[in-house]
Every structure is written in C-alpha cells, then in structure tokens.
C-alpha cells in the first residue's frame, strides 16, 4: 500500500495509509477535540474548504448512517484520523468510514500522529494543506502554493440551498414561521426548530431582507456556516434589513454577520475553537454552559454599538461568544446549540428564541424578553 | 454560600474489597484543596498506611477509629464548621449520616458540605431513587418486591422476560436468577421465596447483556454542570463495575447515544443538588443481534435506563482522574467550601479552569486485579459482588495497545494475552465463558480458534467491536508467527501492544533479540502527554504514556534525576503500604533536589497524580517499559550506560525489587541496596552461608528435591515443620506440617508447584515473632523501631496484630534483636531500608536465655514502614532515600541503633475482605489473606489495643454468645480465655470435644453438633445470631476439621461477626473487653491528634 501524504504550507510532511476515495484534496488543515461524530462533523457544512483532523485516535468506531448527517453530503475536503476502524459495529450502522469517504468522492488520511499534527496547528495556526497519494511531497507543496488560500473564497454560495425550502419537505403545520437563512445550515437546526413546533423555511444565502419580510417570518434565523465573515458583504445587507422587523437568532456565522451588522469586525483565530468541550459564562447569570463549537473567526466586540451587549464569553479566553440586542429582539451565539454533534445543554436557546418570537407575534412591547 | 473556616475530612479506613487506594488518592487531594482555599483541615482515618494521615497533609490528624463516639469526640474537641464527607467512600458518607441522625451535626453546628443528606438518601433509598427518577423522567429498570406467587405472577405481567429474580437477606445471592420463560419464572421465584429468611424477593426486569456505561459528572453551587468522562464497559451489565474491564471513553456510542446518556446523568446530578462529583451508571440497548431487543423505527433514539448513582468520590472518579488527567476530588472539594467550577483554575493547563469538560485523545484501559492467584479454591464467577482488591490501567493510541499494555501491568506471572489455561485444549468446550477473571483470556482463545465473533458476542455480552480488536490481536500473532520479522511489521505488532517478550515468544527469539532490533530499526516508543484538552491548550503536566507513533513529547528532563519505581496494582501481599513509600520516596528525592520520576500502572494512588513528582510515567512495571523510560531519560537513541538515571527499587514491594536483576543486568544504574545485596538475601542458599558466617541463628531446615528426602528431614527436624516451594513469593503455597501424613500430601504438592525446583523444609518455630524495619547507610544501622507480633510465628506478618513498641520483650531480647539487625544491614552492604523478621524462643531453662532466631531479611521498604514512621516520627523513606544519595545517617542526624522508645503503643491490626470472597478459607497461616490494616494509639497498650479492634471489626461486646470449636493443640491455652469468656457473660457454644472440655472445667455450655448432624449444629447457631463471635482453631490442613472448621468460618464471615483462627488474637480480643469491662461506658481510651501522643502529652 502507498503512503498517503499530508503536506503542510510550511513543508511539514506526515504520512498515513489512504482511507476514501483516491483523490487529491487541498483546503485549510483543522482540528476537532470532539470524541464522537465523526458523521456529523463530516457532513457540517462549516468544514467547507477544510481538511479536518480529529484528535481522538479511534474514528468510524460505530459506521456511518442515514440519520447522523447534518447536509447533503461530506463537506469536509479531506479527513486525517490515526485510525479508521474498518469493522464499526452499531445497530443503525449502515458502512463504514472508508466507505462513505469513497462513496462521497472524499480522500482520507490513516495512521497519522494526529497528535504532533495537532500541536503543529496549535503553535503554528491552522495552515493550508494538500492531501495526496501519488506525487511527491514536493510537487503537492509546489501545488499548495498555487492554489488560493483558505481565506480567499466565500464557500458560503456552495454550501447553501440553491433555492428556498420548507423543512420538513411538503409539511407545513407548526404555529410559527421560521425562516432559516442558509449561510451552510446544519439539518439539526431545522429538526429542533420543527420539533418545537415551527414551519421552516430555508432561503439561499443570497436571499434578500425583503424577500424575506415578504414570506411574514414570525422569527429569522441567520445559520451557521464556512469561512470569513469578511466575505459575506451579501448577507451583511440582509441581516441589516431584518434587525428591527423581527425577532433574530444569528448561530456560529449567523452571529459573526450579525456582529457585523452592529459595528464589530470580526478577525482570524489562531486554531480557531473546534469541539464538544467549549465553556460558556452567560454574563448575566454567571452561568457557565459547555458548548459544542466550530469556528475559526471571532467577533471583536470594541466596534459594537452602544445598543448591543455582548451576552455570552468564552470562559477560556475570553472572546465574545453571544450578542444581544437592547431594544431589539435579536440573540446572536457564536456556538452550537443545536449540537449535533456535541452537548445538548444549550437547546434553552432555540426556546429562548422562540419566546422572543412569540412576544413578537402577541405585538408585545417588550421585545427583548428574556425568559429561560 | 459562607466559606468554612475548619473542615473536617473523614477517611475511608482501611483497604478492603471495594473501597481502596482511591480514597487516599481522593482525600489527600481534600486536604490539599483545603489548604489552597485557606480553610483549616482536620482528618481522621483509622487506616495509617496512608498519605493523607501524614501530619504535613492536614492540618490536623487523628489516626483513630472511624466510630461515631470517636468521631463525636473529635468534633467535640477540634469544632469545625463543616464536615466534608464525600472523599471517603462507603464509610465516609455512612459516619456523616450517623453523626447527622445522632445530632451530634446540629448540636455542634457542623454544616455537611458538598453533598446534601438528602441527596445522600435520595441516592441510597431504593424508592426514594426512583421516585426522584420519575420526577425528571429518566428511566429506571421495572422492578417490584414481591411476597407470593400471585403476586410474582402480576408482577411478571408488568416487568416482562427476562427478569431478574433476587430473594432478601440472602448471602451472596443465594436462591436467585434469571427467568427467560415463565415455568422457569416460577420456579425461580418460588427457590427464592423459601431461600429468603422472609419470604421475600425482588422481581426486575433483566438488563444482563446491556451495555454498562458510567459518567462522571461535577455540579457546582451555582447549578454549573458538567461530565469529566464518559466509560464503557468491556463486560456488560451484570458484573460489578469494579470487577468489569473498562475503557474510557466510550468506544461503541454514536454521538447521539453519547449525549443522551451524558443529559440523563446531568439531570440526576443537578436534580439531587450535589454540589461536587457523582458516578452515574447507565444501561444503553446493546447489539440487539447478540442481545436482543425492540429496535424503534426511523431515527429514534435506543432505549436506556439509570442502574445506580454514587452521590460522591467514588472508584470510577478516581479512575475517571486518571483517565482525564482532571482532579475530581480537588474541583469536588473546592467546589464543596462554595467555589464555582470557572473559579477553579485547571492544574494541567493553568491557563483555563475546572469549567470544561476534558477531551481524550488516547484509549484508556483498567482491567481490575483480582486475588485467586492467591485463592485458588475461591469462588472465581464474576457477578454483583466486586472481588477485585485493585486494578491497573494503561494508556496508549489503539485500544489494542491499552489493552495489551493494561494485561501486562496486572503482573500475574507475566502473562500476556498469549496465556491459555492448559485445560483448555483443542476440542474441549471448558473455556470459561461465563464471566470470571479468566474471561478475556478464554475468549483470545475462542478467537484463536476461530470462533465466530457474534455467537461469541451472544455468548459473553461482549459488545462485537471489542471482539474484533482481540481479533485484530490475534491477527497479528499468527503473522508473527509465520512471516519475517520485517521493520514494518515490529512497528505494527507494537502499536498493537505486543511486548518484546510476546514478539519473542511468537517470532521465536529472545526478548533482548527483539530488544536488539527496536534498537536497531529504530522502533521505540514516545511519550505523549495527558492535558485534559486533546493537545489544544499548551499543558505543563508532566504526565506521560507510551505509544509508537511520530513526536516524542517527555524530553529528556534535565539535570539531577532519578527513577522511582512503583508498586503496580493493590493485590494481598502488596497493598497500599508501598505506594505510600513510593510517594514518600519522590518528596524525598525532590527535597534532595533531584527531579523525581515516578513510574506506576494504579490508576487508585497518590503516586500516580501528576503533581506527586516532577514526571508520571503511566506505564506497566515490567522490564521492557522501565528499560524504554531510562533510555527515553537518557535523550534516546542509544544511549550510554553512564546518561541512564539511576533507578530506585526499595519502594515498590516486590514488584520493584523484581526488577533490580534485569536492571542490573542491563547495567542500568541502581540506587540503594545492590543486586548483589538483593540476591544474597532472597536466595536461600546463599543467606544460609552468610548467617552462618555472621553466627546468626535460622530455624533449622534444608532443600529438599523429593518427598521421601522431606520426610526423613522432617523426621531429624522433629514436627512441626513448615514446607514451600523455594520461590515463594508472599507465603505463597506455604504449610504448617503437624504429622508425617500431612507432609506427605502436601510435600507431593509443593514439589509439583516448585516444578523441579527444591522444596524448602524448616523447623517450625511457634515462639514470639517480632519485626523491625531498619535503615542502614554501610556504617551504621538506624532501627527506628521493634514490632511485637501478638500471633505466634507462623501466622503471616502481614495478617498478625503487631504492637510497637515491644511491650512484652526483654531488654536483652531487644539487644539482641538490634544487634542482629546491625550485623546483618553491615554484613550485607544494604543502603537505605531492610525489614527482618525474627522468632523468638523461650528459653528452655528459667535461668537460661531466650534464643533469637532469623526468619527472614527483605531488602527493602517493607508493609510497616508508614505504620513505624508514624508512631516514631522517623521520616524513614525520607532518611532511606539520603542515604541512597550519599548522605550518610550521621550527616542527617541519626545514629546507629535503637531509636528512642516513644512514649505511646500503637497497635496494627489486620483487616480482611473474606465476606466477598466466597469460597476461600479465613484460617490465619503462612499464606497472607488480609487487604488492609488499621492503626490502634494511645499511652497504653489495652487502649491501643481496644481501638485496633474496633477499626479492624474484632472488637467484643460483653454478654453476647461465642461458638468455640478448638483444635486439640490449643485446648490448654484457650482455659483462661474461655474463663474470661464465661466471666464476660457470654453464652459458651462448643463443638464435641471443645464442649467436653468447657463442661469438665464446670461452665456451662451448649453442645452442638457439626453441621449435617441435625440441630442445632454450628451453622444453626451462627445463621439465628445466637452467637456473635466464633473462635475457631484449626488442626491442620488436611485433616477432617479443617474442612468442617472452614464452613464453620465462611458462616461466620458471611455473618460478618468476628472469627478468630489463631488462639493468640483471640485472647487479645477477650483480654481487651475484659480490660474495658471494668469500666463504665464501655472501653477507655483517649482520642487525640497523633502527634499528641508522641510528644508525650496523651
């Protein structure tokens, strides 16, 4: 068998066995702490133009399904694992990690120290990489250096929904209308939101505020998704014009977009904050909240207007993880409530919002109630 | 919440069968939590072999009983304002709600701190349990108590097949089952109502088979909530957790399965208001093609139910410590004097705090050690009973590796999963696949043979994915087996775990030819970090595990350094006593700065908190990963023999010192005693030649080869005489001979045990037995203290009540004694700690002198040190490691001899986990049985006395009634304590001949008959709690009431009254009652810190 290669920008060179399809894939090189959800992971379309290292050793334990998916397909350029397991056993298992790699045209890497990789990043930041199987380690670096860099694209049009959608297809019961903004959606965020009794919409990322307004959403939610906010001139506008005409969740980039909209910039983590582990203080009850996060960009919070606080921090190093609005109805998050994968201690959220929603429908005037 | 101003800590007492190391793992981190929040800390433990009762880790320490007029009296004198009683196990939280329900809480204002008695209740209570699960809808297993037929039948309806049917009040589970079918149903459930006492059992809905998966959970006060670690276990539902093998984190849980079980157990923790940790156990639906079940539809979530919580530290959370490399006991201690969990800085990385929940990016692996290598004839099924003493565990990036790695830690003769039981031949089904110890490897075996891995999954429970990593193991024996061994294929066999001495033996080479080609192509291990975060965070934790991957992490620690050299798992013969000199041995070495290196497998101990030395090494103690470490210290590739750190193996009991021979061997540097000085004292011959120079006495004895050499021995000898093998380790196999035809059986055994090699043949010697521990610099001999043992010779050290100082010694007896221990430390070069065990014989005329006899000499620390610094204040490991360094005795202010005689007795006594152990003989002998010990102080020796027997359970209460069945032999030398006995109000039973002689003495007795003669007989006695002691002697091993005698004891164990088989510890039982009889109130003796007592004021 020949050696896989992963070839960093900085010409580190770590060889594995290939796992998945045997193709060559390039895209930024990052890392996820989560142990468990593989699938979800994979399939998260935040990990769009991203080669994606898990640093538990053992992945593909339990196959893959047809439930555990969050989009349409693997959205992750490449997978590195230390070890693929190649005879998973689950009831619900349906193939195994190899398979569903091969299947979705997407290469991977196995048998790699995941862990010096993982330090690499950690020291150095996340970087481009090339993943290849039958050229030379140079050759993949002088490709490397060809190819744009991870910063460069909006991965947002490729991800989102080509035209609107209402989730579950066809059925359209559930008292409130939430429209979700596909900036690279991930499925669970519609599956709570109808499981708690909403119609969903999806629209495109390039969907605009009035054509929004124009379907009387009870509540808008701006999604999570890939790459630099600093791209997303588009949706900027459009979260622009929601503010104000109704109640408003923006998750993970949704929020970023949202930070943008009230005078943040946001910039480029170091590592970015990958995992199932994250902790989150709510500000204003001194709660603290272990949250599952994808993101490599952050909200800094000096430009924000007066009218906005920021609710939520990370307790780590403290970088804005949650915005509210004082006199709007509007909550941002920079995590994943809706897990999946990752812990559900911050499904209260979505029904926070669906307060919000609520008080929103009853023409309250108190638009920003909060209520847990 | 106020913080605290004084806290009292309460210990878990000694080391028994299900509450072990990790309590002093997790009180020492108490204390120390206490002392960084500035809150005072006063701990009381009865168990001296342990870190926390060091005087520098608490405050304040009291060694005393863990009773509740000790306690109250405690409480009384040091008034704390809270009471932290989650760190010390079962006893911990017991002692809190007895001194709650007894008023003594609120009567002194002592606020329970971390876990409300509520929770405590809510968590204990069965109903209590279920009713707070209904509230927050969790699940709980369908179960119902039911009293008759009509009933079960009912019952059956709603709980469904299988059930699980558990009559009350049985032992050991006796008259119950599992129903698969409703005739089966009936008759099980009508066994267990006539088995049950009152007619009644417990009908529950069978999860056996399920997967078991524990979370660790942390709760603060302000309702911040989250899971240290997640666990499955290897074996299913079924067998107690600590008896299962574990894996962290869980391996077959998809995420949703993952979360959703990680939600229930955050539910449990935050609707029980625990402020601190908790242990929540899960069944999951497993395969339901091996274990049936109704699988839902769509993407429904599998059904789970909630077995059990510990509302505090338990096991599984010093595990899950270890695992995570997250303090549960600190963050829970914290926690419990009102910090939140992000006011917690997090140790490992000092950058984030106690907030988070850690990420794992290696397998973690325990496998629990259990005793029936020393209790061969002991019940080996695995069930709800825990019989493991201790555990091991071991990290690395494959399962296959932890695993493999985690088999070589439990150190059980070396044997790797390669073992087989030689019955298990080809063709033959006498595998064990039920659950026992030997379980994992009867199943490599199955494997090896090409068992189908899901009829092998149906039928053991062992979820398939695991099957298939034991197949992935054996994949690759049969490669080395039939291939070349090439670059590639070591490197593999060693990310699988292989051990140069299995690729040997498969590949058919040496170990050190396989060693030799590592080296070679390069294949050595590198050492990775626990950080609690998956290598996201910069860590400073020098805690490290192997693995054979790309990026060494554990560079070459600089400077000054040395290795010290644990004790592996807590096993009988090897407990708790070492890890503390290991501990002791790394502070030492740090105070003489040098950087200290511990090397240990117990996940339970304080040795193997990352903050005990400068560096962990979690690794097996076998050649192979100690020689790969001081190579990894000496900067790697190659290195000289002069760059290897010298290695420290006085510390870690016998393990340790096993490995001087290798060490020395492959010229890694030792300090402390030699190789040499090792080998002379451990090889018989050789030792004989050297006392023999010195002028020394040793009972007199000789090697034989074959048995009938053995009897005339023993003839010219004259019995009693005591045979082994010649290799014993531990007493193991070891005989009292009363007669020629018990020598000729047991000669016959111990010659087939010995495999060729000779059988030793001593003179017994039924005098005095005394112990010293002593520290020898090559000049002087510092012998810190005598221990008197109250049993006579030929009960094990380790199982004897030994009272310091020797109280009923002569002075030239102790000069004697000291001049021997001299003579010998010098003559045999010892650097550092020594124990001698000598046997004293009255003299044989009134006038003459008592002869001193050597038993035996053990170059190195030994089960008493902690229990002799403790009572004399001698740091002794402390001194022991200097003198290793260079610094002599004399530089550190000791001279040679006898210590000064403190102005207090202690008394060690033995404590046993018989009552777990079904099946195994409590009889005192050669061979130790005990698992723990605790420590008995006070100006006098009846006081002392009286408090060792109260924390070892032995303690008498007057007028109760004893059964006394004695062996002809102590007949005589029982008459005064049966006096006593009948003086003390107790009701006298006897046996046949014991009764006989009871009446001709003219008390009164109740004869009764054996045990399948009619009634009352002896087990009719114990069984309707007639009597409430049993004093029972046996004659000999192979003679008809021995074995009419063991069921006589195992009735009494399980009973759980106290059984004296020596007629030594049965006159110090009744000579203390008798002592405390005199006084009203019951026994007199003082409570007080022990410091108090050595300085003279008790």
Avoid at chain 1, 315 to 341: C, F, K, W
Avoid at chain 2, 295 to 309: A, T, W
Wanted: proline fraction near 6%; hydrophobic fraction near 40%.
């Amino acid at each position: 068998m020949s050696d896989a290669l992963l070839v960093l920008e900085d010409g580190t060179v770590f060889a594995g066995e290939p796992i998945g399809a045997p193709v060559r894939a390039h895209g930024e090189v990052v890392f996820t702490t989560a142990m468990t959800g593989y699938q979800e992971a994979l399939t998260d379309p935040s990990f769009a133009g991203q080669v994606l290292v898990m640093t538990y050793p053992l992945q593909g334990n339990y196959g893959v399904n047809d439930f555990d998916v969050e989009s349409r397909r693997i959205q992750a350029r490449a997978f590195i694992v230390r070890e693929g397991c190649e005879t998973p056993v689950h009831w619900r298992a349906q193939g195994t990690l190899h398979e569903y790699l091969l299947g979705n045209g997407v290469p991977g890497i196995a048998g790699i120290d995941t862990r010096a990789l993982t330090r690499k990043l950690r020291t150095a930041g996340v970087m481009m990489g090339a993943v290849t199987h039958d050229e030379t380690a140079a050759l993949a670096l002088a490709r490397l250096r060809e190819l744009p860099p991870y910063g460069a694209t909006d991965f947002v049009p490729w991800v989102s929904a080509r035209k609107a959608y209402e989730y579950p297809d066809g059925q359209s019961a559930g008292a409130r209308h939430v429209v979700v903004l596909d900036l690279g959606v991930k499925y669970n965020i519609l599956r709570v939101l109808h499981r708690l009794g909403c119609r969903v919409t999806v629209v495109p990322c390039q969907t605009s505020a009035e054509e929004i307004l124009a379907m009387r959403p009870d509540g808008v939610v701006l999604s999570p998704g890939p790459g630099d906010p600093a791209l997303l001139g588009y949706a900027v506008e459009t979260a622009n014009g929601l503010v104000g005409k109704t109640p408003l969740m923006g998750i993970c980039l949704g929020h970023q977009v949202l930070g943008e909209v009230f005078g943040a910039k946001t910039y480029k983590l170091k590592f970015g904050h990958r995992g199932a582990n994250h902790p989150v203080r709510d500000e204003e009850t001194g709660r603290v909240y272990i949250t599952a996060q994808n993101h490599g960009y952050a909200v800094d919070d000096a430009g924000l207007i007066a009218d906005v606080a920021v609710s939520h921090r990370n307790v780590n190093d403290g970088t804005v993880e949650g915005l509210r609005h004082r006199r709007e109805p509007v909550m941002t998050i920079q995590y994943h409530s809706e897990a999946s994968p990752g812990p559900l201690d911050n499904m209260y959220l979505f029904e926070r919002f669906l307060a919000m929603v609520g008080e929103g429908m009853r023409q309250d005037q108190t638009a920003s109630g909060r209520r847990t | 919440m106020d913080k605290p101003s004084k806290v009292l800590i309460i210990g878990s007492g000694p080391i028994v069968i299900g509450q072990a190391a990790e309590f002093d793992y997790a009180g020492t981190q108490a204390c120390k939590a206490m002392r960084e929040e500035g809150v005072a800390s006063i701990l009381v433990n009865s168990n001296p072999a342990t870190i926390m009762t060091d005087e520098d880790v608490a405050d304040v320490v009291y060694i005393e009983p863990i009773s509740l007029d000790v306690v109250t009296r405690i409480i009384e004198r040091e008034r704390p304002d809270g009471l932290l009683p989650t760190l010390g196990g079962q006893t911990g939280l017991n002692m809190a709600v007895a001194l709650h329900d007894a008023g003594v809480l609120d009567r002194y204002n002592v606020r329970l701190l971390g876990t409300p008695l509520e929770a405590i209740r809510k968590a204990e209570d069965r109903d209590l349990f279920r009713r707070m699960l209904e509230e927050i809808g969790e699940p709980a297993p369908a179960s119902e108590i039911v009293t008759d037929m009509a009933q079960a039948r009912a019952a059956l309806g709603r709980i469904g097949l299988p059930a699980v049917i558990r009559p009350a009040y049985t032992l050991g589970g006796t008259g119950g089952g599992i129903a698969h079918s409703e005739d089966e149903y009936e008759r099980v459930v009508e066994g267990g109502l006539r088995a049950s006492p009152i007619g009644q059992v417990l009908v529950e809905q069978s999860l056996l088979g399920w997967k078991e998966v524990e979370y660790e959970v942390m709760r603060d006060g302000a309702g911040n909530v989250i899971t240290v670690c997640n666990m499955e276990n290897f074996d299913p539902m079924g067998v107690h957790t600590g008896d299962s093998i574990v894996v962290a984190p869980s391996q077959t849980l998809s995420d949703k399965e993952y979360q959703m079980l990680r939600s229930a157990s955050l539910n449990i923790i935050s609707a029980l208001g625990i402020e601190g940790g908790c242990n929540v156990q899960l069944a999951l639906a497993p395969n339901p093609e091996t274990t049936p079940w109704a699988v839902p539809p769509g993407d429904r979530l599998p059904p789970y139910y909630v077995i059990e919580v510990n509302p505090r530290v338990s096991r599984s959370s010093a595990l899950a410590s270890k695992a995570t490399g997250y303090p549960i006991a600190r963050v829970a201690s914290k926690i419990a004097v009102g910090r939140t969990l992000d006011e917690i800085p997090n140790a490992v990385t000092r950058k984030t705090t106690a907030a988070f929940e850690p990420a794992l990016d290696y397998v973690v692996v325990k496998i629990p050690r259990w005793p029936f290598d020393k209790f061969p004839f002991g019940d080996r099924a695995l069930g709800t009973q825990m019989k493991a003493t201790g555990e091991v565990m071991a990290i690395d990036r494959t399962f296959e590796g932890a695993l493999q790695k985690a088999v070589r830690s439990l150190e059980i003769g070396g044997r790797s999963l390669l073992w087989e039981d030689p019955a298990w031949k080809e063709g033959h089904e006498e595998r064990p696949m039920h659950a026992t110890d030997e379980r994992l490897w009867s199943i490599m075996a199955a494997v090896r043979r090409g068992a189908d891995l899901c009829a092998l999954s149906r039928q053991t429970g062992v979820d398939v994915w695991f099957l298939h990593k034991l197949a992935n193991i054996v994949a690759m024996e049969k490669r080395l087996l039939s291939e070349d061994l090439t670059p590639g294929l070591l490197r593999r066999a060693k990310r699988l775990g292989f051990s140069d001495t299995q690729i040997g033996t498969l590949a058919d080479r040496l170990p050190e030819q396989v060693r030799d080609l590592r080296a070679r192509w390069d294949i050595r291990p590198v050492y990775k970090m626990v950080d609690t975060c998956a290598a996201e965070f910069d860590a400073a934790t020098p805690y490290f595990y192997s693995t054979y991957e790309q990026e060494n992490e554990a560079l070459q620690e600089p400077g000054k350094k040395a290795l010290v050299i644990g004790s592996g798992p807590i096993r009988i013969g090897q407990g708790i006593e070492f890890d503390y000199c290991s501990v002791h041995a790394s502070w030492a070495l740090e105070r003489a700065g040098y950087r200290s290196i511990m090397v240990n497998s117990n996940p339970e101990t304080v040795s193997t908190d990352f903050d005990t030395s400068d560096r962990l090494y979690f690794e097996p103690l076998d050649e192979e990963s100690v020689r790969d470490i001081l190579e990894n210290e000496a900067g790697g590739a190659d290195p000289d023999a002069a760059d290897l750190p010298p290695s420290i193996v006085q510390f870690g009991g016998q393990t340790a010192i096993n490995l001087a021979a290798p060490l020395h061997a492959s010229a890694a540097p030792i300090i402390g005693s030699s190789s040499e000085t090792i080998d002379l004292a451990e090889d018989r011959k050789r030792f004989e030649a050297f006392l023999g120079e010195l002028g020394i006495p040793q009972p007199p004895g000789a090697a034989v080869l074959r048995v009938e050499d053995a009897m005339t021995t023993a003839e010219a000898l004259g019995y009693p005489v005591l045979v082994r093998p010649s290799y014993v380790l531990g007493g193991r196999a070891m005989e009292i001979v009363q007669n020629p035809t018990e020598l000729a059986r047991f000669a016959q055994q111990a010659a087939e045990a010995s495999g060729g090699k000779p059988i030793l043949i001593d003179k017994y010697l039924e005098g005095k037995e005394v112990e010293v521990d002593a520290i020898c610099d090559g000049e002087r001999v510092l012998v810190p203290g005598i221990m008197e043992h109250i049993e006579r010779a030929g009960v094990h050290s380790g199982d004897s009540l030994a009272v310091y100082p020797g109280v009923h010694l002569t002075h030239a007896e102790v000069e004697v004694i000291v001049d021997y221990t001299t003579r010998i430390g010098l003559a045999l070069g010892v650097r550092g700690l020594m124990n001698v065990q000598y046997v004293i014989m009255p003299a044989e005329t009134p006038a003459g002198d008592s002869n001193v006899y050597v038993l035996e000499v053990n170059p190195r620390g030994s089960r008493t040190v902690p229990f002799l610094s403790k009572v004399t204040g001698v740091p002794m490991v402390r001194v022991a490691v200097n003198v290793m360094l260079g610094q002599t005795l004399r530089e550190q202010g000791y001279e040679g001899g006898l210590w000064p005689r403190q102005p207090l007795v202690a008394v060690k006594a033995p404590v046993f986990s018989m009552s777990k152990l079904i099946g195994v003989d409590t009889y005192l002998g050669p061979e130790m049985k005990s698992t723990g010990e605790v420590m008995g102080i006070d100006a006098t020796f009846p006081a002392a006395l009286a408090k060792a027997l109260i924390s070892a359970d032995l303690a008498l209460a007057a007028g109760g009634g004893v059964l006394l069945s004695v062996a002809d032999r102590h007949k005589t030398q029982m008459l005064p304590v049966i006096h006593h006995l009948h003086d003390a109000g107790f009701r006298l039973y006897a046996t046949e001949g014991t009764a006989g002689m009871i009446a001709a003495l003219g008390l009164p007795v109740q004869r009764v008959t054996k045990r399948l003669q009619g009634h009352p007989n002896v087990l009719d006695v114990i069984a309707d709690g007639s009597v409430t002691c049993v004093i029972n002697t046996p004659e000999g091993r192979y003679t008809g009431t021995l074995r009419d005698g063991f069921y006589i004891r195992r009735a009494a164990t399980e009973k759980r009254i106290p059984c004296f088989t020596s007629p030594d510890t049965a006159r110090a039982a009744v000579d203390a009652l008798v002592a405390a009889m005199g006084r009203p109130g019951g026994p007199s003796y003082q409570v007080r810190p022990l410091a108090e007592y050595r300085d003279g004021s008790a």
